[in-house]
């Protein structure tokens, strides 16, 4: 049952490694004078929805699993009632 976490854990931790490192990089940005912040919050949304999407497809992943992992458990239990 557990065996589905074993395929999305090491997704999870690259992609928490991937999304750190991406926050880490906005968050050096130095401001200069007369720097134009026009654009700013574009890129913030894009960065929220690129994690969201990936959160979105490990979810998918994890959930695609369980649910065969479960379907293959149920067939075979309906198969030792049906002998």
Do not use: Q
Not at 68 to 73: P, S, V
Request: contains cysteine; glycine residues 8%.
């Amino acid at each position: 049952m557990y065996d589905s976490l074993m395929y999305t854990a090491p997704i999870a931790a690259a992609l928490c490694t991937t999304c750190a490192a991406a926050l880490a990089a906005v968050g050096t940005v130095r401001k200069r004078a007369g720097h134009n912040e026009r654009g700013e919050g574009v890129i913030s949304a894009a960065i929220a929805v690129l994690i969201i999407a990936s959160l979105g497809a490990l979810m998918w992943v994890g959930f695609k699993t369980l649910w065969e992992n479960a379907e293959e458990t149920t067939n075979s239990e309906i198969a030792k009632i049906g002998k």
